[in-house]
């Protein structure tokens, strides 16, 4: 995240500055909620809608947060209600089918573990893991883009980061099929 004197100013209710705040974002919303959705195309859908959103409510933005950050937030927002609807829309296709589970995702490979790990997060955890790491804002600022606690964003970092450890050792171990670093006793 750019220091604060480094930031674009932006105007409320200005459509040349929600201009420079689109081009300027696009690409940072777009790859978060890849990670968060697991499939391009929704993703495509869900920061078009998260863009028209945030559009309507320029005129109402207020300037004491980063635009960035609220853009985020909307984003993640219009995400994870994607992903309720998807959860759902599951859940009535088991149902049609009595009890036969939906097919996975042709589209992942095991080349792509971490982010296949990723996706297997609670949504929660894995927006602040890639607010934090993947787009360098600070817990205070992932804080105010999710409207959550401070404190609540270092738990889901925490828990975020002690899953992701232990299911990417776990592959680790399957796929070589040793035990991990941690479990092997040391002579010394």
Same mark, same amino acid.
């Given at each position: ?14 459509? +040349? ?26 993703? +495509? ?23 960035e950050v609220w853009l985020h937030r909307i984003a993640i927002n219009v995400a994870l209600s994607h992903r309720r609807r998807e959860r759902l ?11 036969v589970q939906p097919h996975s995702d042709p589209t992942e490979s095991p080349a ?37 606690? +401070? ?38």
């Open positions: 995240m750019q220091p604060e004197q480094d930031q674009p100013r932006y105007r409320p209710g200005s459509i +040349e500055d929600f201009d420079r705040l689109y081009e300027a974002t696009y690409d940072r919303l777009f790859a978060t909620l890849i990670l968060l959705l697991r499939d391009r195309a929704a993703a +495509e859908d869900c920061v078009q809608d998260a863009f028209l959103s945030a559009f309507k409510a320029w005129p109402r933005w207020q300037p004491d947060a980063p635009a829309r599951e859940v009535g296709q088991v149902v049609r089918r009595m009890g792509h573990e971490l982010v296949r790990e990723l996706r297997a997060l609670p949504p929660k955890n894995a927006a602040a893991l890639v607010l934090r790491h993947l787009h360098g804002y600070s817990n205070r600022e992932i804080a105010h883009a999710l409207g959550v606690p +401070e404190r609540t964003i270092a738990s889901r970092l925490a828990a975020a980061r002690a899953k992701l450890q232990i299911r990417l050792a776990d592959l680790r171990e399957t796929d070589s099929g040793t035990l991990p670093w941690r479990r092997v006793p040391s002579d010394k």
